[in-house]
């Protein structure tokens, strides 16, 4: 099969999937057999998503895209309506056709209008499409209303024989409490389908993708149900218009798929149903009018304009989150966001680098004794100190006496300098400038909304120019005593404007080392305090090498040993390579393994992100074992994490624990790394790492793994990894 056949195939499901915003293949291929309880509208919905998805590609549109099924399901939804409503025959698979190449291309034009307020298109598309089927078939002769539902007992018996017809008319005869029923009707709507069968079939298939979407669904239905009986609304036109599959879709957008599903997204979603319910009642009415139905419109209004909303806030961090990487199901927006929360602190940060070389302590930090006040509250004040916690050498009478004095100043991050302050001299020690409050100065901007402000610097130790482009690490002056500023010592700060005196903001560093009682700490994303001792991680070039993995280049082991029962049946050798995605996403990819590891590197510490594919892999020992590694050697440091437990624990565990996730999450596995041996600290051949993951139900261990990983000149060369005295031992070996 041609890679262009393969898209087209792998599209066909995830097209059904994306319906309920998955691309999840398994509950494509049910929902596409679903679809086919009406055999028309079934194979009219086949030969739209078929069409589109095939013009997308002749077009050249993203393949990616093509095979996740995002420009085949407004297409699928027309095609289902279209079948459903008409006779079969020629002219109406021709119309089917067309209506779907007319739905590909407002689905393109809207996905480039949206796109630059990154809102979704969602169902617009099929909307219109379908609106413009039901307005023209009024003038197609050929075209005969269809009467199939009439007999849906023939239909099934043609798919299933009598066991199906029997299975059917139990369903329907089955004494269903009034809100159950509605809901299993609304939800095969989605679909077109008007029996309970359908919807009973998609409530598993639901609740197999995914517990959250589920629980939202429920939650959300029975939310507007519940609106309905408080306002007096004609709660029958649920029953007899299907049109209930607005409140679970919302439901499901909001809770798990916009948001991450937690309390307050299941909150938000409380709130957001009864507005969808006013939607669907006033829009109906105007539709009416026009012999219309309102389809998905109320979900679309409600769902779009809450999202737009939420980019407008001037504090996204405050109230309900939103997801940033869009994982396709609740359960892998929640873990995804659990994992980055935890690494990364926040996911708008940049990270950002201690501005100097060597250990340095914050004399003054966050709304300091001194000078940290009020509107510049957020700074810092740094300095080097001695064992005895001193300044300076001597009797400090001098500003060389001091010990930060003329050392390198370094920019945080990349960027350009935005202001530049220079030639204000040297104060002598005791003595200030408020004239030039801020001295000899450099503000870096790093992002729009970001910027780096470094002050007191030594008069003619400034290294670049303002406009001038600089890269993290570089030196771009020099510690100094000028400004207000008593004794030498470093100030900064972080700000959201480019002048030298404006306000600051609380904003963390990426990534330093907290020096104390002659232990190492490896900080994230976090603020240093007054007294700390911190300094930039100071790399181990070996160390470093080993965990950059440069695209193209290809990593191939042998396992020499493996007694440990889950992974028995791993292959003996194992070949991955790294290649990066249209992101800019580095990623190891083991074919054989069908797996795909997620690689991020800010230049201090190496983390896999997140893993795909088969868990009874290789390549998935070498995503756990090194989860997080910084690269520098510590031998007192101790790295600490967690990895998010779908990818950790069984399934059925998960099934359970998914359920509980967006307000209590009982399974833990928590990540451990230390720094075991170095052959020679100034010019290591050697370097032995050792991870351990214990995984916990309540906080009670179940197992653990212990992860060794040696590294040598040519990079990582062994991987040993243990479980109740069992090893799997692999070496690296050199491709030809």
Request: charged letters at 15%; glycine letters at 8%; one cysteine or more.
């Amino acid at each position: 099969m041609s890679e262009n056949q393969h898209i087209v195939l792998a599209s066909i499901p995830r097209s059904y999937a994306q319906v309920f915003f998955s691309n999840y293949s398994f509950l494509g291929w049910l929902l596409l057999g679903i679809s086919f309880i009406d055999w028309v509208a079934g194979t009219c919905g086949l030969i739209a998503v078929i069409s589109a998805n095939v013009i997308a590609w002749l077009l050249g549109y993203s393949t990616e895209r093509i095979n996740q099924g995002m420009y085949g399901f407004n297409a699928l939804l027309v095609g289902l309506g279209t079948g459903l409503g008409f006779q079969p025959g020629w002219e109406l698979f021709s119309i089917t056709i067309f209506a779907a190449v007319f739905t590909l291309f407002i689905t393109l034009a809207l996905e480039g209008i949206l796109y630059k307020y990154a809102l979704p298109y969602l169902s617009l598309p099929f909307i219109f499409g379908m609106w413009m089927v039901m307005l023209a078939s009024r003038d197609f002769q050929s075209l005969g209303l269809s009467e199939r539902g009439i007999y849906t007992a023939n239909e099934l018996f043609t798919l299933g024989g009598k066991p199906l017809v029997d299975l059917y008319f139990n369903i329907s005869h089955f004494n269903w409490p009034p809100v159950i029923r509605t809901y299993l009707l609304s939800l095969g709507a989605i679909f077109f389908q008007t029996n309970l069968f359908a919807g009973i079939l998609i409530t598993v298939g639901l609740l197999l993708f995914s517990r959250i979407a589920f629980t939202l669904s429920v939650v959300g239905f029975s939310i507007a149900w519940g609106f309905y009986q408080l306002t007096g609304a004609n709660i029958q036109e649920l029953t007899y218009t299907y049109i209930g599959f607005n409140y679970i879709l919302t439901a499901i957008a909001i809770g798990g798929i916009f948001l991450v599903p937690s309390l307050k997204s299941f909150l938000w979603t409380a709130i957001l149903l009864p507005v969808v319910v006013m939607l669907t009642l006033s829009l109906g009415k105007v539709f009416l009018s026009f012999g219309l139905s309102v389809y998905s419109l109320p979900f679309n209004i409600l769902v779009i304009t809450f999202v737009y909303v939420l980019k407008l806030r001037l504090e996204p961090e405050k109230g309900p989150v939103e997801v940033t990487l869009q994982e396709n199901s609740p359960e892998g927006n929640l873990y995804h966001y659990i994992g980055t929360k935890q690494r990364f602190a926040d996911p708008y940060y940049l990270p950002v680098a201690l501005p100097f070389f060597g250990e340095w302590t914050v004399s003054q930090g966050h709304s300091g004794e001194y000078t940290h006040k009020d509107e510049w509250k957020h700074a810092w004040d740094f300095v080097i100190t001695d064992k005895d916690d001193k300044q300076y050498r001597g009797e400090g009478d001098w500003v060389t006496d001091y010990y930060c004095f003329g050392k390198a100043v370094a920019a945080p991050g990349d960027g350009t300098v935005a202001e530049l302050a220079d030639g204000i001299p040297d104060n002598k020690i005791g003595d200030v400038n408020t004239h030039q409050n801020w001295g000899n100065t450099i503000v870096i901007k790093h992002s729009d909304y970001l910027y780096s402000k470094l002050s007191h610097l030594k008069e003619g130790s400034i290294k670049v120019k303002k406009g001038e482009f600089v890269k993290q690490g570089q030196i771009i002056g020099e510690a100094g005593n000028s400004g207000r500023s008593p004794y030498p010592h470093l100030h900064m700060q972080f700000q959201v404007l480019p002048n030298v005196g404006a306000p600051t903001i609380s904003y963390p560093f990426g990534q330093y080392i907290l020096n104390s009682d002659n232990k190492a700490e490896l900080k994230s994303f976090a603020i240093p305090k007054k007294d700390e001792r911190i300094s930039s991680i100071r790399k181990t070039k070996l160390l470093e090498e080993a965990m950059h993995f440069v695209p193209g280049e290809h990593l191939q082991f042998r396992i020499i040993k493996n007694d440990i029962p889950v992974f028995r049946k791993l292959p003996k050798k194992a070949t991955w390579v790294v290649d990066t995605t249209s992101r800019n996403e580095s990623r190891l990819i083991s074919e054989t393994e069908q797996a795909t590891a997620w690689i991020y590197n800010d230049g201090q510490v190496h983390y896999f992100s997140h893993f795909r594919g088969k868990n009874k892999s290789l390549l998935y020992l070498f995503f756990c074992g090194l989860f997080k590694v910084q690269s520098g050697f510590y031998a007192d440091l101790e790295i600490n994490d967690s990895i998010p437990p779908n990818l950790v624990f069984p399934k059925i565990w998960m099934f359970f624990h998914d359920f509980a996730a967006p307000f209590y999450r009982f399974l833990h596995a928590d990540y451990t790394l230390k720094y075991s041996s170095i052959d020679n600290p100034t010019m290591p051949g050697h370097i032995v790492l050792t991870s351990i993951i214990n995984k916990k139900i309540f906080n009670r261990q179940l197992s653990q793994l212990v992860f060794t990983t040696e590294i040598g000149p040519a990079g990582i060369t062994k991987l040993t990894i243990e479980e109740n005295d069992k090893k799997l031992i692999a070496l690296c070996e050199e491709l030809s």
